[in-house]
């Protein structure tokens, strides 16, 4: 939307000039009329009473020009604000003027308006986050419960029991897991953690992750192969682990048993490119559209597995740090995230 601008206004000015000198020219007349025919006091007295006229019509012209055009405004505006305060942002402010007239009352209007808006929207994200963080310790606590009244009884064998502990502690894992992943979101988010760059191997960082999810994805018979060039950047550990941890633990997890993650680093003129490639389920053009959401999970299948925090928060990291992420993708034929990072400030 064009940014409206509000004018300066003349005519105000003018009206208000008019009216003062009309009243001055009154006075100068009589004064020339009668100055010589009445006496120097009837003269003095009736000089005394046209200032007093004059002083009287400019406060009243002030007066009701004041009511008329601030006085009624402010109170639009003070009611709208009263409203803002006490939490209700449904308030919107129709600015008095046409834009020929656009004056800075209707401008304060306008930013209170927007003000109004974003202060919804944000509310809204805020109840929608409580909503979604409440339904996801909801699933795992609930399991916590079933299970650990189960593991109450005496009869049960020891291999059942052995499978309801191991239960309890995926629960638990994955509660852990929401808990430090809102965390981290909410510093990014709140820029409560900067990067702290220094000269580092990408190349050693992509390696440690990948040594860190070899064993999953050993258990799950899906293959790794690397193509890690020693390329040096100055970047923070922390966000390389945050990206490359999510990326991997995705691939793996996404993959089915046979499959293969193809993890590759090179340097690309200033940048240092990382791609993650998985032969897995791949994901729609519409999953695709939100998969950098806050708990968005493309899968229903999936969905017991994780939170749906991990891409907001690679992306979340990827922003602060300065870089871009895209994603190539086919339903059932897998899919191959691109991550590219200055390796200079
Ligand atoms: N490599 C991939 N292949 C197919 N779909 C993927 C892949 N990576 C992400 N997705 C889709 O994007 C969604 C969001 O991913 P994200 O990492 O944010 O959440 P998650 O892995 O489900 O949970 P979490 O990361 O919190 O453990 C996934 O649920 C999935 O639908
Ligand atoms: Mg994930």
Not at 19 to 47: E, N
Not at 270 to 296: Q, S
Request: aromatic fraction near 10%; include cysteine.
């Amino acid at each position: 939307m064009k940014k409206r601008r509000a004018r300066f206004s003349f005519v105000g000015y003018i009206i208000y000039f008019f009216a003062i000198a009309a009243l001055v020219a009154a006075v100068f007349i009589v004064y020339r009329l009668f100055g010589k025919v009445w006496s120097a006091a009837a003269v003095g007295w009736t000089m005394f009473a046209s200032i007093l006229v004059l002083a009287l019509a400019c406060t009243l012209i002030d007066y009701f020009w004041r009511k008329l055009t601030v006085e009624k405004t402010v109170k639009k505006i003070f009611d709208a604000t009263d409203r803002i305060a006490s939490g209700d942002f449904s308030v919107r402010m129709e600015p008095s003027h046409g834009y020929t007239r656009y004056n800075a009352y209707d401008e304060i209007m306008e930013n209170l308006n927007r003000m109004a808006a974003e202060l919804s929207k944000t509310e809204v994200l805020r109840s929608d986050f409580i909503a979604n963080v409440s339904h996801e310790i909801k699933t795992p606590l609930a399991v916590i419960r079933n299970y650990a009244s189960a593991l109450c009884d005496d009869r049960l064998p020891e291999d059942v029991k052995k499978e309801c502990a191991e239960a309890v502690s995926a629960a638990a894992e994955r509660l852990s897991a929401l808990v430090t992943n809102v965390l981290k979101l909410n510093k990014l988010e709140h820029q409560q953690i900067f990067p702290v760059k220094k000269e580092t191997d990408l190349g050693e960082a992509v390696r440690r992750s990948v040594l860190e999810f070899e064993d999953a994805a050993e258990k799950k018979g899906v293959f790794f192969e690397c193509d890690i060039d020693d390329v040096s950047a100055l970047a923070d550990e922390g966000f390389l682990e945050i990206i490359c941890n999510n990326l991997l633990s995705n691939a793996v997890k996404f993959t089915p048993e046979g499959g293969t993650v193809s993890i590759s680093l090179k340097k690309s003129g200033e940048y240092a490119v990382l791609k993650v490639r998985d032969t897995g389920c791949g994901m729609t053009a519409e999953t695709g559209a939100h998969i950098f959401d806050k708990f968005y999970q493309g899968d229903a299948s999936h969905a017991q597995e994780g939170n749906g925090l991990g891409l907001a928060l690679v992306k979340k990291a990827i922003d602060v740090i300065g870089g871009e992420i895209t994603v190539e993708s086919e339903p059932k034929k897998g899919s191959c995230f691109i991550v590219r990072l200055k390796t200079e400030i």
